[in-house]
């Protein structure tokens, strides 16, 4: 019996070459057409030169222990303008997530009181030959800087950073700028801070001040002894306030601020978000 044509060819095709004649010659099938999986998609390019987990190391280096643009460019082998770019994106991001004012009265809310303190970060780029290093210039601390309010909760721990002011704003003047006392009044929450918001309001309470000079001697007037165990019962609510400052200022880019003053506000809240979430 003779075979078909085509048998015939089928036969006589080299055995390599079967599978290629028949995907030609046979309807492929839905698992024929599946093309093999695409590899994953790349983390850097020649555009992006560090992965998002290692820009989250570059920032928090930055913020965490102040490291140079020159330092982390060669740490990270990448050059300064990358390390700026790359910081600049970072600090953006964690400022948008910070917590308002509002956001603090809510979280204050459900604590028994809290604590209202002022804390100075000192700066070192200001135009002093100008004169417009003034507004800058603690009389307190004899030393540049922006002014920052702090709300801790009764154990110390930080509620809420304000966005920093010229260094020579008084705390009840910084205090009132922001809206802190009106805020803690409108909320119905106790505050205690130190003698500096004194006429702060109500719900702010301060320590008992020396009382004035006495007109036939000239010399202030001792505080009563029970005046004096209020003060350090007051002391002792007001002291783990303290603890706030020191958690924010454990952040060494917030040590001394080597950048200008108007960049200060991101700094701050970049950190306090770090904080919070920690």
Same mark, same amino acid.
């Given at each position: 019996? *003779?075979?078909?044509?085509?048998?015939?060819?089928?036969?006589?095709?080299?055995?390599?070459?079967?599978?290629?004649?028949?995907?030609?010659?046979?309807?492929?099938?839905?698992?024929? *057409?599946?093309?093999?999986?695409?590899?994953?998609?790349?983390?850097?390019?020649?555009?992006?030169? %560090?992965?998002?987990?290692?820009?989250?190391?570059?920032?928090?280096?930055?913020?965490?222990?102040?490291?140079?643009?020159?330092?982390?460019?060669?740490?990270?082998?990448?050059?300064?303008?990358?390390?700026?770019?790359?910081?600049?994106?970072? %600090?953006?991001?964690?400022?948008?997530?910070?917590?308002?004012?509002?956001?603090?009265?809510?979280?204050?809310? &459900?604590k028994a009181?809290?604590?209202?303190?002022?804390?100075?970060?000192?700066?070192? *780029?200001?135009?002093?030959?100008? &004169?417009?290093?003034?507004?800058?210039?603690s009389g307190?601390?004899?030393?540049?800087?922006?002014?920052?309010?702090?709300?801790?909760?009764?154990?110390?721990?930080?509620?809420?950073?304000?966005?920093?002011?010229?260094?020579?704003?008084?705390?009840?003047?910084?205090? *009132?700028?922001?809206?802190?006392?009106?805020?803690?009044? @409108?909320?119905?929450?106790?505050?205690?801070?130190?003698?500096?918001?004194?006429?702060?309001?109500?719900?702010?309470?301060?320590?008992?001040?020396?009382?004035?000079?006495?007109?036939?001697?000239?010399t202030y007037?001792?505080?009563?002894?029970?005046?004096?165990?209020? @003060?350090?019962?007051?002391?002792?609510?007001?002291?783990?306030?303290?603890?706030?400052?020191?958690?924010?200022?454990?952040?060494?880019?917030?040590?001394?601020?080597?950048?200008?003053?108007?960049?200060?506000?991101?700094?701050?809240?970049?950190?306090?978000?770090?904080? %919070?979430?920690?």
């Open positions: 019996m *003779r075979l078909p044509r085509s048998t015939r060819h089928h036969q006589e095709l080299p055995g390599a070459f079967l599978p290629v004649w028949h995907d030609r010659v046979q309807p492929s099938t839905p698992t024929a *057409r599946r093309r093999p999986p695409r590899p994953p998609p790349r983390t850097t390019t020649r555009w992006r030169r %560090l992965t998002a987990g290692r820009q989250a190391l570059l920032v928090v280096a930055h913020l965490r222990k102040g490291e140079t643009y020159a330092d982390l460019a060669t740490g990270f082998t990448i050059g300064r303008s990358t390390v700026y770019r790359y910081i600049t994106e970072g %600090l953006t991001l964690l400022a948008a997530m910070a917590p308002s004012l509002e956001d603090a009265m809510a979280v204050a809310a &459900g009181y809290v604590i209202l303190d002022g804390s100075l970060l000192r700066i070192d *780029r200001v135009a002093m030959a100008s &004169g417009n290093d003034r507004p800058y210039y307190k601390h004899k030393a540049h800087g922006v002014n920052v309010q702090v709300i801790a909760d009764p154990a110390g721990r930080l509620i809420w950073v304000s966005p920093p002011l010229p260094g020579a704003r008084h705390d009840i003047a910084a205090a *009132r700028e922001h809206g802190i006392p009106t805020a803690l009044e @409108n909320a119905g929450i106790q505050a205690f801070g130190d003698t500096g918001y004194q006429g702060a309001g109500p719900q702010v309470t301060v320590p008992q001040r020396r009382r004035r000079k006495d007109p036939d001697t000239g007037r001792p505080l009563s002894t029970a005046q004096k165990e209020v @003060n350090t019962a007051h002391a002792r609510l007001r002291g783990p306030g303290e603890r706030a400052n020191a958690q924010l200022k454990s952040w060494k880019i917030l040590r001394k601020i080597r950048s200008s003053p108007n960049q200060a506000t991101r700094l701050v809240n970049a950190v306090q978000t770090l904080t %919070l979430a920690g």
